[in-house]
Each structure stands twice: as C-alpha cells, then as structure tokens.
C-alpha cells in the first residue's frame, strides 16, 4: 500500500506539485526519514531539506520529525503556518 | 457547527448574537475579527523610493489551506479551549481564497458566564490559530507573488498558555 504525500505554500511551488504517492521504502519509518529520502532525489526536492523550519503532519495531525509513518499514511510538508 | 472554513464572508454581528440566542446563561460573548491590513509603511516607503503614484505594498492576498486537517486543528483547538473554561458556546470561521485590504478574514466568539472566561478564551483560540492551524497566506504585490512568513512573536504568543502547565 502506497503513502499519499501532500505538499502545500511555497513548497508546493517549488516542487511543481501539490501530492505524491509512493511505496514506502525499506527502512524508511520516520517522517524525517522521509523527508531526506525525497530531498535526495535532488533539483526540485531538496526544497524538502532547506524549506527553514519544515513542518509536518501525519493522517492530518502536526507531529515532528521523529514521528512513526507507515503504508497508507497521508503524510504532509509545509512550510510554518500564517493564517489567522 | 463551531468551525467553519469558507471563501465567503460572514457577519460577525449575527454570529455573536446566535451565541446567546435563546438562553439566560450567557454573561459574556468576547470577540475577535481579523481584517487584511493594507501595509501603510511599506506602501509610505515605496511612494519615497519612486513617487507618490507607486502602487500598495499589498494589494491583495491569497490564503491557502489543509482542507481536512484544518477544520480538524481548529476543532482540537476548540476543544483545548473547553478544556481549559467553562465556555457555553464557541464559533470560529476562517476565510480561504482570495482577499483585499478591508476584508475580514477571520472570526472567533466564545461565550461565557462571565467575562474573564470569554476574553481568555477568545485570545487563546486566536494564539493557538496562528501556530497550529493549516492555513498560509500569499501576497501580491507590484513585485509579484511572496509567501507571508512565520512569525516567531506569534510562537510566543501562543507559548505563554503554557507556562505552568504540563
């Protein structure tokens, strides 16, 4: 089952998209783990590994770097939030 | 329904009116509404640089958001909110889309016995709003599009509900 990736603000921009949807990797169990396995696919991507002060969620919930992520995850990117 | 997030415009007198509507309880409704702000010293700065017919600093913005997890943030932000006072009722609407200058962007009532309960309440569930909640605004101006960023003074507003607590 794959993981559903969603990327909004300016990270969608510089991505050129807005969602992915991969096979988990092996070894690939952290959303930080995620995150440095997409930045190394490079041009574009590593916008993952210099976007200042990351943020992220799983299944629609904030969570750090360190959080568990597993197949059929919605798992997001995006830069800190400026709403209100 | 306590959170709403629309593109359309709301009437704030109307929602804070709904909130005691029909019961004898309610003491106190406090309110916050949030407007796009026309940046008068950026737009002073620009008329300095190139003349006085230099256009806004802003003249528009656009807001993006998470649609699923916001209405989920907020809600948890609500309940926080519940947790922490004794509230009667709560309503928060945020605008999505596009907005000028004038436009109120953003809604939060709480209604309460009395009024300590209301007004920290109220600036809670905006403080939380700032920092937890998926939204991310866009600017345009003569320059072309910029990505509002975070500000740190909005992380320490949002810190100090928690002094004290676990």
Known sequence: MNIKILFFAGLREALGTGSASLELPAGIATVGALRDHLAARGEAWTALATTKNLRSAVNQQMVGAEAAVKPGDEVAFFPPVTGG | MSVSVQ?????????????????????????????????????AAAAARVGADAPPAVQAMTLEHYPGMTEKALEAIVDEARGRWDLYGVRVIHRVGRLVPGDRIV????????????????????????????????????????????????????????????
């Open chain 2, 7 to 43: 593109e359309a415009d709301f009437d704030a007198g109307a929602e804070i009116a709904a909130l005691s509507a029909g019961r004898d309880d309610v003491g106190a409704v406090a309110s916050f509404t949030g407007l796009v702000r026309a940046d008068k010293q950026a737009d």
């Open chain 2, 107 to 166: 809604f939060v009532a709480v209604a309460s016995a009395h009024r300590g309960e209301a007004f920290a309440a109220c600036e809670f569930i905006m403080d939380y709003l700032k920092t937890r909640a998926p939204f991310w605004k866009k600017e345009e101006t003569p320059q072309g599009g910029r990505w509002v960023d975070a500000r740190e003074s909005d992380d320490h507003a949002a810190g100090r509900w928690d002094a004290g607590r676990d």
